[in-house]
């Protein structure tokens, strides 16, 4: 039987996200997008919980090597780590997906 892993939100990843929605409502003006955004993200999350190892790792080496995933989320990334021990998963970027966030680890 599968246990749910825990989620943990890096205080960074919800700065980003914060971003990400004020983007949305302010500067494009569209707060369905924000709302479909955040319940997309929600599912995801969901899903990732039971099932960790569902994405890839991230193609950056060096990231990899950390072992950091990278879960597609509309056009978005999140970057997050997995701790089987403690069966936690570590979020700890949403990134525009044509952003080069391999630059901020």
């Given at each position: 039987?599968?246990?749910?892993?825990?989620?943990?939100i890096?205080?960074?990843?919800?700065?980003?996200l914060k971003?990400?929605?004020?983007?949305?409502?302010?500067?494009?003006?569209?707060s369905?997008?924000?709302?479909?955004?955040?319940?997309?993200?929600?599912?995801?999350?969901?899903?990732l919980?039971?099932n960790?190892?569902?994405?890839?790792?991230?193609n950056?080496?060096?990231?990899?090597?950390l072992?950091?995933?990278?879960?597609?989320?509309?056009?978005?990334?999140?970057?997050?780590?997995?701790?089987?021990?403690?069966?936690?998963?570590q979020?700890?970027?949403?990134?525009?997906?044509?952003?080069?966030?391999?630059?901020?680890?």
């Amino acid at each position: 039987m599968n246990m749910a892993y825990k989620l943990k939100i890096s205080e960074e990843a919800r700065l980003q996200l914060k971003e990400i929605i004020e983007y949305m409502t302010l500067k494009l003006r569209n707060s369905k997008a924000a709302t479909d955004f955040l319940n997309t993200l929600e599912k995801k999350y969901d899903q990732l919980c039971l099932n960790p190892e569902m994405y890839e790792y991230t193609n950056d080496m060096r990231l990899r090597s950390l072992g950091y995933r990278r879960m597609p989320v509309d056009n978005y990334i999140v970057l997050y780590l997995v701790d089987k021990d403690k069966t936690e998963i570590q979020i700890d970027g949403i990134f525009y997906s044509k952003y080069n966030y391999r630059n901020d680890r």
